[in-house]
């Protein structure tokens, strides 16, 4: 699935099944609600902190894919297309950091 499309499907299934989209500012609330339970997968199981036995089958995969589906609400919201936003993210990475990284003595 593109990146594309997956915008398109999720505005689909808001439409269709989840009725509208909820306001942006609710969006964001969820998406950072979202990003911290991925936030608390990773640091208990690749972290320092021990993993609770409540905690030990949920699925990261899952997690990631609600913090992008929350993402991609608030950008059909916005009028944002992420295939195109990524493409010039990917142009000012390029640009910015062509050597930065490369020349990092912390990285070796």
């Not at 509208?20 to 208990?44: H, W």
């Not at 021990?50 to 894919?65: C, F, N, Q, V």
């Not at 992420?82 to 930065?100: G, H, I, Q, V």
């Amino acid at each position: 699935m593109t990146i594309e499309e997956a915008q398109s499907q999720v505005d689909e299934w808001i439409k269709t099944v989840g009725v509208r989209y909820f306001s942006e500012l609710t969006n964001m609330a969820m998406l950072t609600e979202e990003v911290g339970e991925v936030a608390r997968i990773i640091a208990r199981r690749y972290g320092e902190q021990s993993e609770k036995e409540s905690d030990k089958d949920k699925d990261l995969g899952d997690e990631m894919a609600d913090v992008l589906w929350v993402l991609i609400c608030l950008a059909n919201q916005c009028d944002v297309d992420l295939t195109s936003a990524l493409r010039k993210n990917f142009e000012k990475k390029n640009l910015r950091d062509s050597s930065r990284h490369k020349e990092n003595p912390k990285l070796r």
